[in-house]
């Protein structure tokens, strides 16, 4: 299903808003420290605007109100024009003066691109997940070298010289501390001593890896500089994340200096981390292992660029901030995005119960088949029953954390059809939601405001 065109009055609407009120439009960030803050309902700025200037980064980190996915596009059947005035509006009313950007975040085609552009977005996050080839990170020596054979013949225009472009990183120091390792120290050491023919097998992967996704990455980029017009580059992340092994030191660095050759300019890359990232829940890992890989990247994302690494799922990573914030050597960037639709669940659970209950049996029957786009702990039989639960516990019973984790896992993956026009339940959760907003806005600012710990603050 594509996303939802854009509507001419609203673009209308965006034009006259931003020619009356220039404070009002996004602009790029580049290298600024920034945060994306996702709006599932469009309800969510103002407690975004609320929590970024309780802690007081309006003038060092820059916000990304504006942020959707294509797949959220698809699935709520929201136009980018929509999300766009939804945020400006809300930065109007606050009369928010400083710089602020907008995410049109993992997009996987032109036609999506150039919807986004057309609604004034300024951060691309380019999403080529689909042309991972992640199944050859099993492979032998033997099927990795002949598949590399092959892909050398038959698109030799792209990887006649792969592994000699990349053999040079050997001499450059890949096997110490920005080398091969992987998810452990024990790892790291025992791939630190590589043979000469083992480094080119590894690079030989990555190519099979991640090649394709690498030159479709410079497809799409070409595609928005040929539609750009502002004199001020937009921002452009590159994502490479959704896969179930973490991204090597070796593979980032090769993906950012294949990028860089192919005239990829970028703004931020979104590695694979050790451990896991599962959504609307705390990090899941050995912080030391994570704090020592992160650094790894933070390292390569300064020397190869400089750039901003970005972590992606990176709600409610509590554990993560202090870490993150200790050991980043650059600017960064932090994704947020379900976790503004539960903390508007958790408004709904106070003020009407009854539709709440309904929105978690709903969750209950469209679980099984919603899961199948994540990458989650939670079971079925993690649900409470509803019709167990007294309204005054449907809170912590479904929201709380860590105590209610896998029901906050399953309200937060089946968004899509809870907020779909079948499901009838999207109006009735944004008015319960819109005549209580003061109180969301501080439900929210307090949730958001220590997600912020990672910059620092």
């Known amino acids: 299903m594509p996303i939802p065109p854009n509507d001419p009055k609203l673009l209308q609407q965006l034009h006259a808003l931003w020619e009356a009120k220039p404070w009002t439009r996004p602009r790029p960030c580049e290298l600024s420290p920034s945060m994306g803050y996702g709006d599932r309902l469009g309800l969510a700025t103002p407690g975004h605007i609320r929590a970024h200037c309780c802690v007081g980064l309006e003038a060092r980190v820059t916000p990304l109100f504006a942020q959707q996915s294509g797949r959220e596009m698809e699935r709520i059947g929201r136009s980018p024009a929509a999300v766009m005035l939804d945020a400006a509006r809300a930065v109007e009313e606050a009369d928010y ?15 999506q691109i150039a919807a986004c552009l057309e609604a004034g977005f300024t951060f691309f996050t380019l999403d ?6 992640e199944e050859a990170e099993g492979w032998s020596e033997e099927r990795v070298r002949s598949a590399y054979v092959e892909l050398v013949r038959s698109e030799s225009s792209r990887y006649q010289g792969f592994v000699e472009r990349h053999s040079a990183l050997d001499r450059e120091g890949i096997h110490g501390p920005v080398g091969l390792a992987r998810e452990t120290p ?13 480094v080119q097998t590894t690079l030989m992967r990555i190519a099979l890896v991640y090649g394709a996704a690498v030159h479709r990455v410079a497809e799409l980029y070409n595609f928005l500089m040929s539609r750009w017009t502002d004199p001020v580059p937009f921002d452009l992340e590159v994502s490479v994340d959704e896969t179930s092994t973490p991204t090597t030191p070796l593979a980032h660095r090769v993906i950012a200096r294949e990028l860089a050759r192919l005239g990829v300019r970028i703004t931020s890359l979104a590695p694979r981390f050790v451990g896991e990232f599962q959504k609307a829940v705390d990090y899941i890992g050995d912080l030391q292992v994570f704090a020592e890989q992160f650094r790894i990247h933070s390292e390569i994302a300064r020397e190869e660029g400089p750039y901003k690494v970005s972590v992606h799922s990176g709600s409610d990573k509590f554990s993560l901030y202090p870490v993150i914030a200790r050991e980043s050597l650059g600017p960064i960037h932090l994704k947020t995005s379900g976790t503004s639709y539960l903390e508007a669940l958790r408004v709904v659970a106070r003020k009407a119960p009854d539709l709440f209950r309904k929105i978690a049996r709903k969750c209950g029957e469209v679980f099984e088949e919603q899961r199948a786009s994540y990458h989650i702990d939670a079971t079925l039989a993690d649900l409470p029953d509803t019709g167990q639960v007294p309204d005054s516990e449907l809170e912590s019973r479904f929201l709380a954390s ?3 984790d896998a029901a906050r896992q399953i309200l937060h993956v089946c968004f899509g059809v809870i907020l779909s026009e079948q499901a009838g339940l999207a109006g009735q959760i944004k008015a319960i939601v819109s005549d209580h907003g003061e109180e969301y806005a501080e439900v929210l600012s307090g949730h958001l405001a220590r997600h912020l710990g990672v910059f620092g603050a």
Do not use: C, V, Y
């Open 97 to 111: 003066r400083h710089p602020w950007g907008a995410d049109a975040d993992h997009m996987k085609s032109e036609e």
């Open 402 to 404: 860590p105590e209610s």
């Open 186 to 198: 024990q790892a790291l050491a025992r791939e630190s001593l590589l043979a000469p023919e083992e």
């Open 128 to 133: 080529p997940s689909a042309l991972i080839r």
